[in-house]
């Protein structure tokens, strides 16, 4: 009987040793690395098998237009009720596995830059939309305490209600939206060294009442990486010296993309060029968006000569040129599109033809696969340096011998670096110099 439970003692000793827990302390000199999985991967439980090439990029590109409302409408209020076509469901493009609570229980959540707030679905729900797994119940985590009226957080976010708690309304420019209680809570990521870091002390929005285009997307809440003071990045502080980076890999890639803290957001040894460029901001607001220093483009060789002025953004934030990573497609501004298209349509040597795919207007057809090799690259000129898209970055196969520009034409006057724009691209975050690094590298050996 002794050596029995000796035998099951050590067992648990063994299984406690293999999969260690860490506080976010012990990891801030070196950092940590996160696993992201895109939402048409097949690892990922929003992928459709039976989907084809045109229809992911149809997805996609409806999806970023969403996001556009969404991320333009915090900018401009004469956005809202501008983009009057189909939404798809979701507003993000990657998503993360965490622990919410002690004990810690399992969700995944969409990464995005865009926004600051983290939050999940609650209970008790008074409106909740169909996620995967069980919907957080405060109740069962010992770790779970409710956000003080008087903390300087939920004066940024929400307001005291008749119990005393802070209540939060966040709203999305598709009409999504989410509201409850701030809280704050004990996070648990899982590293891609089998570890698990905690981190204790998190404000986030515990939502009673969701609803909008997350219905049906899988994930069960946002983690907000913007830049504003709600953002994980900025709660998590000098832990990780204010310091993210991402490497995103191709969708269909067998090699999961990145998300690294803290000394681990530093670039590989193997990346040899790195742009750096500062993270621009406007004088008289804090939209918590990353907006881009950019002054021109370039096709092949040829230089648009944007107008001047045309990728800044105002004092009070409306316009601009942001980097994203919840948003596919990159969304030009009209006056910078006019010039790229014609650009395009001088430097390809293919047939134009149809789209097969909405809102990717300017498409080519071809016969051959070399036919690709001369399709010309795209310079997006920067303070600091160049950022050079490949034509893997810049266009997509659309169909059977259909390739089309990824870049697609908005009329509001703010422009969106997406997501396909960053395969294989280490970017790396710096709020605290307010600088971004870019460096082309092959994000599926980056580890």
């Not at 909008?212 to 997307?217: L, N, Q, R």
């Not at 800044?312 to 010039?339: F, H, M, Q, R, V």
């Not at 399709?375 to 050079?388: A, C, F, I, K």
């Not at 691209?425 to 710096?430: F, L, M, P, R």
């Amino acid at each position: 009987m002794a050596a029995t439970f000796l035998t099951i003692l050590l067992s648990l000793l063994l299984l406690l040793q293999s999969s260690p827990t860490y506080s976010i302390r012990s990891h801030a000199q070196k950092g940590f690395v996160l696993d992201l999985i895109h939402r048409d991967s097949p690892s990922s439980p929003l992928h459709d098998p039976i989907s084809t090439l045109s229809d992911r990029l149809r997805h996609s590109a409806e999806r970023s237009f969403s996001r556009f409302a969404h991320l333009s409408s915090r900018t401009s209020a004469a956005s809202n009720g501008t983009m009057a076509m189909r939404v798809r469901p979701g507003l993000g493009e990657y998503l993360v596995k965490l622990g919410i609570g002690t004990p810690a229980v399992e969700y995944l959540m969409i990464i995005d830059t865009g926004s600051d707030l983290i939050w999940t679905q609650c209970l008790p729900c008074q409106k909740c939309f169909r996620q995967p797994s069980h919907i957080f119940d405060p109740r069962n985590s010992s770790t779970f305490e409710n956000l003080g009226c008087n903390s300087s957080l939920c004066s940024m976010v929400g307001r005291c209600n008749l119990r005393k708690q802070c209540q939060y309304a966040y709203d999305y420019g598709d009409h999504s939206f989410t509201k409850g209680i701030m809280a704050s809570e004990t996070l648990a990521f899982e590293v891609n060294s089998g570890q698990s870091i905690k981190v204790p002390n998190i404000s986030f929005g515990c939502g009673h009442k969701n609803g909008g285009t997350f219905y049906g997307d899988g994930a069960a809440g946002i983690l907000g990486l913007g830049g504003g003071p709600l953002s994980l990045i900025s709660q998590l502080g000098s832990s990780v010296d204010y310091k993210f980076s991402y490497c995103l890999t191709w969708p269909q890639s067998n090699s999961s993309s990145s998300l690294k803290f803290g000394a681990s957001a530093e670039p590989p040894a193997t990346v040899r060029h790195v742009v750096k460029t500062p993270l621009v901001k406007p004088s008289e607001a804090d939209t918590g968006y990353y907006y881009l220093a950019l002054k021109d483009i370039s096709v092949g060789k040829k230089k648009l000569n944007v107008p001047a002025g045309t990728f800044e953004p105002t004092p009070t934030g409306d316009g601009g040129a942001i980097i994203d990573s919840g948003t596919t497609n990159t969304l030009l501004t009209s006056k910078a599109y006019s010039l790229l298209e014609a650009a395009l349509k001088s430097a390809v040597k293919l047939p134009p033809v149809t789209s097969p795919v909405d809102y990717l207007d300017l498409c080519f057809s071809f016969v051959d696969d070399n036919e690709l090799d001369r399709l010309p690259n795209v310079t997006l000129h920067l303070e600091g340096g160049d950022w050079l898209l490949s034509p893997a970055n810049a266009f997509a196969v659309a169909g059977k011998g259909v390739i089309c520009s990824t870049f697609v034409p908005v009329s509001q006057p703010l422009t969106i670096v997406g997501s396909r724009a960053q395969v294989d691209v280490y970017v790396e975050y710096d709020l605290k110099k307010r600088v971004l690094s870019i460096a082309p590298t092959d994000c599926s050996m980056s580890g």
